[in-house]
């Protein structure tokens, strides 16, 4: 028994190696071209989309035959022709990677159909298919030959219609395209989403303020006013008449966007000329620079430095009667001073220079007087502590000292008209954000001439500037400010001048503003028992038409009151024009 199972395991291989080496019959050279040529036709037919005959019957090409060395090496079949036309085992492989296979060049890609098109294609390629597996499938049987029969039977129909029974539901998916999601409905009940200038936005606190225009690191706001004035006074003197004037002003602000430090430019220039009645030909304006630089160790510099041309008031003291044209006041300064902080401790020492030089007057005769006596220098150092009760409320004290000197020692009457100059004074100053802010201060200060025949300039001082605002769109100020001025008068020393403003404005509406202002300026007169008042009274509108032009109005009143003789007068004037600003 034992014999007879070895004999039946050795017999057993040997059938199989005869079935790889020697059942295989010859196949001839022409046999093998012909299925090449056929495999390369099928596989251009489904690059363009056709289907290749899914039997061996509708190809012109001769079924490829061989004989078997022995019988009985393969199964009979009837159908041996749709077997052989489905498949064989020369047929090349259907992917590889290898470089050097001997396969037909792929035609270039056709453009891509429409999508209707496609699918409908698609739909009857795989309706053919499907037809042509299952008419295979119902031919072969289940035996072990009819299994590579219909193995060849499946390879041949997935050439033809691109599918298999297995995968036919995945490979031929089409794949969706990136813009589908865009073509899906939309649920009626969502909600629309706002775009992004619909976002709420913060309102702006001034919509009418200049935009301003950018010039290097600077942002610039010009605006120039052209207007008439109807006034019953043209110059503000004691022997003035109406006119009709012509009035143009040019303002700007000029301030610096660094990072670091700051700068600020201001400037402004003002031109009246007679249209018709009293004779009035007059220009002003000044300009000022400022610069701050925080320095180490809680130091902080500012620098200013300003220029400045006013022609003589006909109401000053050194006013010249009997000229065409009063003269030329022209004014540079600068100031730098340097701020300490320790701890509750502020520490400010500011040094300024002030030099004022005069133009020539032109008499009535068309002659010239000069006026070189009164060009002089003022050089002054002051020193401010203070104490920092609270960030709102800071005290100070401060102490002055200067020296005026005239470039003329001895002027045009004998007098030696330069000074000492010393005074004192004590404040507050306050930080409340939008709601107060600014300084006041009062005290002492006095002049003593060089001349001892001549009496000091000597007073109290009252300098204010502050800012309040009771309500969002309405500032009220008051401004105070306490000035020596100086003469060449024989046998006069000078005088001291009180000047007090209130302000206010309101904002009505977005593109409606009103001002008004109250003046009080009092005039003490030094070695005379001589004063002049001045009151004054102003009111304004401006209609802005849009960002950059409007209409503006106001009335002024103005009078002076002297016991000096032939220095009264009173000045009312109304004023229109337009306003345009960038």
Known sequence: MLLATSMLALLRPGALHAQETELRGEVSESAILSD?????????????????????????????????????????????????????IFDPPQATDDTATDNPTPPKPRRRPSTTGQNAADQDKTKAGTKAADKSKKKKKTTAATTDTTASTTASTTDATGTTDT????????????????RQ????????????????KKA??????????????????????????????????????????????????????????????????????????????????????????????ELRAIAKLGYEAVPESASSPDAISGVSTQPLRQTIDGSLGVEKAVGKMQYTLTGAVSHDF??????????????????????????????????????????????????????????ERSSTRLGARAGLQLDMGEKLSGEFSAG????????????????????????WSPERGTTIGLTGKTTVETTTTAGESGDILYSGRLTGERIIRANLTANAALGLDWRHYVGIDGHDQILSAEAGLTWWLNRYAGL??????????????????TANSIYLGLKVQR
């Open 185 to 200: 409905k939309l649920d009626p009940g969502a909600e629309r989403t706002a775009a992004i200038e619909g976002q709420n």
């Open 552 to 569: 503006t109005t106001r009335v002024r009143t103005e009078k002076l009151t002297s016991n000096l003789p032939g220095r009264d007068y």
């Open 204 to 297: 702006e606190e001034d919509p009418f303020a200049a935009p301003g225009v950018k010039w290097g690191s600077f942002v610039i706001r010009p605006t120039i006013e052209q207007g008439l004035t109807a006034t019953t006074n043209g110059d503000s003197s004691s022997a003035g008449t109406s006119a009709l004037l012509s009035e143009t002003a040019l303002r700007f602000t000029a301030i610096s966007d660094w990072r670091e430090n700051s700068a600020t430019i201001d400037g402004y220039g003002i031109f009246r000329e007679t249209v018709s009645g009293y004779p009035v030909h007059d220009a002003q304006g000044r300009i000022e620079g400022q610069y701050n630089v925080d320095l180490d160790n």
């Open 444 to 467: 002492w200060l006095r002049e003593a001439i060089d001349d001892n025949s001549l009496e000091a300039i000597s007073g109290a001082t009252v300098n204010a500037d502050l800012k």
């Open 167 to 182: 995968d036919e539901e995945t490979a031929n998916r089409r794949a969706l395209t990136v813009d589908s999601a865009d």
């Open 36 to 88: 090449q040529q056929r495999k390369a036709r099928q596989l251009a037919l489904a690059a363009q989309g056709q289907q290749a005959p899914a039997d061996a019957a509708t190809d012109n090409t001769p079924p490829r035959t061989y004989l078997p060395a022995s019988a009985g090496a393969v199964p009979d079949d009837t159908n041996t022709d749709a077997a052989t036309a489905a498949g064989s």
């Open 358 to 415: 005069y133009s020539d007057a032109k008499l009535s005769d068309g002659t010239t007087l000069s006026q070189k006596d009164q060009d002089n220098t003022l050089y002054t150092a002051t020193l401010r502590a203070g104490y920092e009760i609270s960030p709102a409320l800071t005290p100070f004290s401060e102490i002055e000292v200067g020296r005026r000197a005239y470039d003329q020692r001895i002027d045009n009457e004998g007098f």
